[in-house]
T-cell receptor, first 111, second 114 residues
Framework: RKEVEQDPGPFNVPEGATVAFNCTYS??????FFWYRQDCRKEPKLLMS???SGNEDGRFTAQLNRASQYISLLIRDSKLSDSATYLC????????????FGKGTRLHILP | DAGITQSPRHKVTETGTPVTLRCHQT?????MYWYRQDPGHGLRLIHY???????DKGEVSDGYSVSRSKTEDFLLTLESATSSQTSVYFC?????????????FGEGSRLTVL
């Protein structure tokens, strides 16, 4: 099993729809989880951290399911500007713990 | 803005020449990283640093060396560039609670080796 797995997509979603991605991880000792957004030919940018209790930021909701070892990202009322690649990131608490990036899920919002 | 800049942003060079990429930060963060990103591979860690003169290898370190003589600068050197090192290179700094903080990336350095 890969350390971090994401569906590469692309997800083609009409504007205004709700879309959700999952990201599975293999190391049950993982402690920190993040979602990043990357636009074409740009650097990854932090979208949101994922907390154990789940968290919401506007139209974006992130959740962590430790029992099944996955994190999720839900985007409501999707906008054309949400088109990007979404990367999940998993790491531990110690300096030597690896920071594992998923390969990303591509999202295309259709007008 | 995490105060991280990379230079050069674009470079074309020939096989066998040395290349140095610079990552500069303005906020004295301890943890700094160099990644490369290629289609189909995602982000792969080359080298990382936990402080001045404290560096270690990542998963794709062959052909690369790094130096960190000052907190603010993390240099990545290709001693003898090869075409397989054509890539986009991202520097990142880690911000927040120790080793669990978020990464913030520079804008990237696009390197082409002919």
């Amino acid at each position: 099993r890969k350390e971090v797995e994401q569906d590469p997509g692309p997800f083609n979603v009409p504007e205004g729809a709700t879309v959700a991605f999952n990201c599975t991880y293999s190391n049950s000792a993982s402690q920190s989880f993040f979602w990043y957004r990357q636009d074409c030919r740009k650097e990854p940018k932090l979208l949101m951290s994922v907390y154990s209790s789940g968290n919401e930021d506007g139209r974006f909701t992130a959740q962590l399911n430790r029992a099944s070892q996955y994190i999720s990202l839900l985007i409501r009322d999707s906008k054309l500007s949400d088109s990007a690649t979404y990367l999940c990131v998993v790491t531990g608490m110690n300096r030597d713990d690896k920071i594992i990036f998923g390969k990303g899920t591509r999202l295309h919002i259709l007008p | 803005d995490a105060g991280i800049t990379q230079s050069p942003r674009h470079k074309v060079t020939e096989t066998g020449t040395p290349v140095t990429l610079r990552c500069h930060q303005t906020e004295n963060h301890r943890y700094m990283y160099w990644y490369r990103q290629d289609p189909g591979h995602g982000l792969r860690l080359i080298h990382y640093s936990y402080g001045v003169k404290d560096t270690d290898k990542g998963e794709v370190s062959d052909g690369y060396s790094v130096s960190r003589s000052k907190t603010e600068d993390f240099l990545l050197t290709l001693e003898s560039a090869t075409s397989s090192q054509t890539s986009v290179y991202f520097c990142a700094i880690r911000i927040g609670a120790g080793a669990s903080g978020e990464l913030f990336f520079g804008e990237g350095s696009r390197l082409t080796v002919l």
